[in-house]
């Protein structure tokens, strides 16, 4: 059977778990879902920061070096489907984790993320393959939440991050179950251990390097979901079934230019991966946002659409080596909004000339958004137009607070 391309209609599955220390996943980890319906992952184009070598007497390069890496802009795109906040006010949708704040002013938590494409032919053994991208210390930079009046399709979440850390792995599968072999491709390379999964971490084994010997397990495997070192290698480590196939390679410190070797796809262990959400869809058709302090529109005005969005302006340090430190800066709220009504274009106008406030509520099917202490930063353009039975504008709002609440 000749092995399918890389698609988003291939089997695919997209999780997340919250870090309990920023940039690891935590040991046993209970995966959560976006949402049962993912619309795109992951919108990545690492930047490795390769510049030239140039010196005199040529007028061609003469090498070429990789920088500290950059996975910046790293994008989610979901149907929304979970509450954003619990009965404690706690995050409960992962979009929320780019809102809150803690008492450091700190996003509360910080993501690990795996991706996995699955196929089911092909690879070096004819087991097909699986496909991962997984990510560490990942910030929740920006988001959107957009709402429309004129779709029966349920909100669209998109959620932008940064990491510090970000990786793909092509895990070859074995054929049938067998034992997997363990080398490394330099003899230093002794003191780390590599955990081996199959889905669902039903079948478990640490290997212990020894260098370039070949560890063979005491187990069979059927499949690869997980393989994770302790600590990072100098040499490549090869994983192959019992025929000798190379099933997986993570590299080494000596495959990259700024000296830091990868870690590999996270552990299961005694943790789960996300199960399916299960509850109903989230549809703004029969949600409401209306201004509680102030006027949106002015009198008998209606929205056709609108969308919240969030930044929180994230930086990065260089401090040796392959990968960056990330950290938050200022959080901007905003508020776009189309509307329209027998006063709209005036009222709107007349309002962001005399800077009057306005709070907004978003009224969920599960939960609320309070957005608090705002003020127009556009007031949208009035425009009269031939044949035009109708004039909607389209003010800009940016908000000093929010608060969530379940329902």
Known sequence: MTEPDEGGIRLQRGEFVRETTRGEAPSDPSFEAYS??????????????????????????????????DHSGITIAYHLQRALVDGNGDPVDAITDGIQRDADNR?????TFVGREEHNAGGAAGGGKRIFYVGHGGLVASGEIPFATDTALPIENSLTYDFERFMVYVVDQPSGSTTLDVESTDPSDTSQTLTIEDEGAGTTEDVALNGTTTETTTESFPGIDALSLDAETTGDVIVKDGSGNELARLAGSD???????????????????????GTPFEHFIDDSIEATTG???GTNARIVSSSFSFDNNVDADTVGGRFRSLYENEQTLSLDAEVFGPESNAREIEAYLQNKGIDVRWTADSFTMDLTGGTRTSSGEANKEANQGRATISPQFEFADISLASV
């Open 295 to 297: 006027s949106l529109g």
């Open 255 to 277: 495959s990259y230019d700024q000296g830091e070797g990868d870690l590999g796809i996270p552990a299961l262990g005694g943790g789960s991966h996300a199960g399916s959400v």
């Open 107 to 111: 996003l509360k938590n910080t993501h």
């Open 36 to 69: 049962d319906t993912i619309m795109m992952y992951p919108g990545w184009e690492p930047e490795a920061n390769i510049e030239a070598q140039r010196g005199v007497g040529t007028y061609r390069p003469e090498d070429f070096f990789a920088g500290p890496e």
